[in-house]
């Protein structure tokens, strides 16, 4: 068994969920001891929670810029996109989906389903090498309107980091009457959008992506859209969501949103500072490292995410996260939802070459709770790991 000097704890893995802050979990443990009235109900119980869980919508579309009426709430992102998608298609009269091959599995397999059981048309945009969407081809696209088209694409991947020009693809698709569907998941916490300014109709938001608890998330509804309910059985927000909402975990995700707008340009920078001093030192220590997609620009890829590809032998590779995680370091080989699956990634599937797609690559995702000891640890030990 092959332990790296002494043991320690490094988590790398934040795109697949992040550490709550502590302020989030006082927040929750306040309302599960204090506000336990189920919110549909009218006695002082009820009501109290209510008010709690309006806060928490107002607050949220504030960060937005959009009403408090266009807030969802859900269990998270893949139940948000399945809303969204699956309504666009069976009540708004939706027969095509532009989408491109690199998103989340959330959106593809519910594009395919609809395919099979609603005869929908699916048009893939072009990527280039670097994972970024060809605007070109996407306008060619977007521009045939003989029927009735939903563009989704999501605003930063979670697997490579590559951004979106949302603001571009929602005038776009406004322009030529297309409806337009973003997974912000991977952004939203991360980066400043307003929505008032951004015509897009749809997009949806997972609260553990910023420091939030897993199981809360909320969609984005442009009012008057027409979207029509997933779940039924109460009349919960708004009609669209039926199920009683999850208080406590609403009121933590409003409070991990809040402090992370608070905080946003100087934790940006931390952050940033962590992922340059991890590509730098990396460089150094392995030569022939490769960084997928654009993650290893600062400028075109989030700050969050660098996924690198290691140039050593399939054989060898076998044992590479078993070896890290044997050695306390988290990260992944894609998405947390694939990350058991023995199939490779489908997004690096799509922009790596043969021989590198034969090469392990690995994705670590950064937050403020990271520090350069935890990068000089992992970098110590993946260059251990070829040379031996």
């Known amino acids: 068994m092959l332990i790296f000097g002494p043991m320690k704890k490094v988590y790398f893995d934040n795109a697949a969920t992040t550490q709550l802050r502590s302020e989030v979990i006082h927040c929750i443990s306040e309302v ?24 928490a919508r107002k607050e949220i579309a504030g960060h937005l810029n959009v009403s408090a009426s266009e807030i969802i709430f859900t269990s998270g992102g893949t139940e948000a996109d399945n809303l969204i998608l699956n309504s666009c298609v069976r009540d708004l009269g939706v027969t095509r989906i532009i989408s491109s091959k690199i998103e989340h599995h959330a959106v593809l397999y519910t594009i395919n389903e609809l395919q099979k059981s609603h005869g929908i048309q699916i048009d893939f945009v072009d990527l280039d090498e670097f994972g970024h969407v060809d605007y070109g081809h996407l306008e060619s696209l977007v521009r045939d309107t003989t029927q009735k088209t939903l563009v989704s694409l999501m605003h930063v991947n979670n697997e ?8 571009r693809v929602a ?12 997974d912000t998941v991977q952004s939203v ?39 029509q309910p997933l779940i039924f059985g109460g009349e919960q927000e708004r009609g669209l969501r039926a199920g009683t909402e999850a208080v406590y975990a609403i009121a933590g995700m409003a409070e991990a949103l809040k402090i992370s707008y608070q905080n946003l340009d100087k934790e940006k920078a931390y952050i940033s500072s962590i992922k340059s001093y991890f590509k730098d030192e990396i460089s150094k220590a392995i030569p022939g490292v490769k960084f997928n997609a654009s993650c290893g ?39 947390a939802c694939q990350s058991g699956s ?23 995702s950064f937050s403020i709770f990271n520090t350069k000891e935890e990068v000089d640890y992992v970098v110590e030990f993946l260059k251990d790991f070829i040379e031996k």
């Open 32 to 55: 599960l001891r204090t506000e336990y009235g189920n919110p549909s109900s009218t006695h002082s119980y009820g009501r109290s929670s209510k008010s709690l869980l309006e806060n």
């Open 160 to 167: 490579v980091g590559c951004i979106l020009d949302i603001d």
């Open 171 to 182: 005038k776009l698709c406004k322009a030529n009457n297309a409806l337009f569907h973003s």
């Open 189 to 227: 916490g991360h980066y400043k959008l307003d929505f008032s300014e951004i015509p897009i109709d749809f997009a949806c938001v997972a609260a553990h992506k910023f420091h939030g608890p897993k199981g809360a998330g909320f969609a984005f509804v442009r009012k008057s859209s027409g979207l």
């Open 297 to 335: 620009d600062l400028e075109k890829s989030t700050y969050t995410v660098l996924n690198i590809c290691l140039p050593m032998p399939p054989e060898k590779a076998l044992m590479l996260l078993f070896q890290l995680d044997l050695n306390g370091i988290a990260c992944s080989r894609g998405s």
């Open 342 to 364: 023995s199939k490779g990634s489908h997004v690096l599937s799509e922009i790596l070459s043969e021989e590198d797609l034969q090469k392990p690559s690995i994705r670590f």
